[in-house]
């Protein structure tokens, strides 16, 4: 072909080359599940795997729902609470009750699944329009309760759940992190490593950010002076910003202490970092209630990074990669 | 004249118009292709940034009054889409074009020199801990 | 410049603007300032018939007094329509003149390419975004066909030689001459 036919092509190629400059833009995809907004992002924008993540999470949004009564056939903690006689679920969910059941001794009751009418009974008081603190003997019958392990307690037979008592389930302090932990396994099968998946801004999973050092930055709204860097693991964090309420001088938070029925926030924010997010998210409540020196023996115990922030002494450990601001 | 030597007369023409066929039909190809994005849209008047909206985070449709250089203009905008619904323009070109949805595909309404320019958005790499979103 | 010639390039100017003023009537297509190019026959006449010289006198004038009727001088659309048609002009006189290959047809392709070209150039500089060539694929398939259709019409009156007889110095004998 001739010079300048080849020129003249070449110059008319230009400006459709201009009309297509794009590439593949990040996505994300929010809803509200489990009384919160959880928000996916897939930096490569592969809306299929976001879909498929969303649709899972909607499964379980349907399981761990307590409040409302599920869809036929849908045996949820909603159909837990309401019943003392055997409840079929769906095997996730067996799963993820036996891990639950399995933590009061690991954290020295600190993690307690029946603790629902406690924290109703603080939810009914902290969430009034004039928030108020529910009465002693109210918290104490609660607390009893719990402790009555002899009549209240989860039985749990491969897919079959039997509730036992009169105390009932809150998965609240477990359930975003340990779905976030069950569709990880999405993004692994459409290999795609850059991802983060938001669950209330409580509960976290990052995978590996494409640009820089592969790490994604997490500050915290409770703490200006630290943040941390991760990749590639989940990231369970509990603090008052979430929700809390002062009364007289006191802040009361959404986390409540199972063995002394109080809601009185030790902490401003508890942190605990590792590969299993649905571990995060309950250790992370018993960071928050355990305190600084607890809070380091168990998780040095169960492998997990921890920050601890009081509001005016800041520690954190086991490899936790924590930067200043 | 025998076919061929009418195609033998035209064949640099055939080939100008085979290489603009084949070319236009890859680009509109290839901007019909539906892609989900997140998008940002950033409205500009006369060359100066009047104002950018995050359309990944609208959850409702709404309306925006703006000025162009010459007459108001309303914008609608909704979840990852903005449209010109009304401008004071002659030709309103800028309308006919209904909601864009598409990064890179803009919205130009000459007469008021308005260029509203559809992005995506940046990878997300950061995230804010403890504050409870609904 | 002869009389007889000067004459009939006002004529030519006065076509191109009727043409183009006509045009202005027409709704583009949903691609902004996409029109027929009716006026562009006559540029395109004027540069085989006449040179380039003439031609731009012609479309100079055509884009002057179609912005003016329009009540579009000096607003963008008139940059962009003076762009466009400068731009068109010296790209048809290129291929005229270098590219031997090409008939008219391709000529006429050119230019009207170019013609679309130049306005996306003036948008890109009015708006500051060269973002506005998203359009250019949907303005140069509909440059196929008026591209495609100028020169048809082009064609068909340089075939019959009217401008050349109109201008030879020749007495002309009125009744021979055929319209």
């Known amino acids: 072909m001739r010079k300048k036919t080849r020129f003249s092509l070449l110059s008319a190629v230009v400006p459709f080359l201009c009309s297509c400059a794009s590439g593949a833009s990040p996505l994300s995809e929010s809803k509200v599940l489990f009384d919160t907004l959880v928000t996916g992002y897939s930096n490569s924008g592969n809306s299929a795997c976001l879909d498929e993540v969303f649709a899972e999470l909607t499964e379980w949004d349907q399981w761990l729902d307590a409040f409302h009564v599920p869809p036929a056939g849908v045996a949820s903690i909603y159909t837990i609470n309401h019943t003392n006689e055997p409840v079929t679920v769906s095997a996730p969910l067996a799963e993820l009750l036996f891990f639950m059941n399995s933590l009061p001794s690991q954290t020295e009751g600190l993690f307690n699944p029946l603790i629902g009418n406690l924290t109703a009974l603080w939810k009914e008081g902290l969430a009034a329009s004039t928030p108020f603190v529910p009465e002693q003997t109210a918290i104490d019958a609660a607390v009893a309760e719990i402790a009555d392990t002899e009549h209240n307690f989860l039985e749990i037979n491969g897919n079959t759940v039997t509730r036992h008592g009169s105390a009932t389930l809150d998965v609240g302090a477990v359930g975003k992190g340990w779905v976030l932990r069950e569709v990880q396994h999405v993004f692994d099968d459409y290999v795609e490593p850059d ?131 | 004249m025998t076919v061929k030597d009418f195609f033998r007369r035209h064949a640099y023409d055939f080939l100008a118009v085979s290489s603009v066929l084949v070319l236009s039909s890859a680009a509109l190809v290839y901007y019909a292709i539906p892609k989900r994005e997140d998008l940002i849209a950033s409205v500009f008047v006369e060359k100066s940034l009047l104002a950018t909206y995050d359309l990944s985070k609208e959850t409702t449709e709404r309306t925006i009054e703006i000025e162009g250089k010459f007459t108001p203009m309303t914008l609608g905008i909704k ?56 | 410049m002869s ?50 010289f003439e031609a731009l006198l012609v479309n100079l004038g055509r884009v002057l007094l179609v912005g003016a009727l329009t009540g579009t001088v000096f607003q963008m659309g008139f940059y962009m329509s003076a762009a466009g048609a400068l731009l068109s002009l010296i790209i048809m006189w290129i291929g005229l003149r ?82």
């Not at chain 1, 109080?262 to 305190?291: K, R």
């Open chain 1, 195 to 325: 991802y983060l998946l938001d669950g209330g801004s409580s509960s976290f999973l990052f995978g590996e950010y494409g640009k820089g050092d592969g790490t994604y930055t997490v500050t915290f709204s409770d703490l200006a002076t630290k943040g941390l860097k991760l990749q590639k693991t989940a990231l369970g964090v509990s603090s008052i910003s979430e929700q809390n309420a002062v009364i007289n001088g006191v802040t009361y938070s959404h986390l409540v202490n199972p063995l002394t029925g109080s809601a009185a926030a030790p902490a401003v924010m508890a942190s605990a970092i590792g590969i299993d997010a649905g571990l995060c998210d309950a250790m992370s409540t018993v960071f928050f209630l355990a305190g600084a020196e607890k809070t380091k023996a168990i998780a040095t115990k169960m492998g997990l990074g921890y920050v601890y922030y009081d509001g005016t002494s800041f520690v954190s450990g086991n490899g936790a990669p924590v930067y200043d601001r």
């Open chain 2, 79 to 134: 979840k990852n889409a903005i449209a010109v619904l009304e401008s004071g323009c002659k030709s309103q070109y800028c309308v006919h074009q209904g909601y864009v949805s598409a990064a890179n595909h803009p919205i130009v309404c000459a007469y008021n020199e308005v260029y509203i320019a559809l992005s995506g958005k940046e990878p997300v790499n950061s995230v804010v801990a403890g504050v409870m979103v609904l």
């Open chain 3, 3 to 52: 009389v007889r010639k000067m004459t009939l390039l006002a004529m030519m100017m006065a076509l191109a603007v009727a043409l183009g003023y006509a045009e202005s009537f027409i709704p583009s297509f949903w691609v902004p300032g996409t029109k027929p190019g009716l006026a562009n026959m006559v540029i395109l006449l004027c540069l085989v018939e006449f040179g380039f």
């Open chain 3, 98 to 179: 270098y590219l031997k290959k090409l008939t008219l047809y391709g000529v006429s392709l050119l230019g009207a390419l170019a013609h679309d070209g130049g306005q996306l150039l003036v948008g890109w500089a009015f708006l500051g975004n060269p973002g506005v060539f998203y359009y250019f694929p949907f303005m140069a398939l509909i440059s196929l066909a008026t591209g495609f259709f100028v020169a048809f019409v082009v064609t068909r009156i340089v075939k019959t030689g009217i401008l050349k007889r109109i201008l030879s110095e020749e007495k002309q004998n009125p009744k021979a001459v055929k319209p």
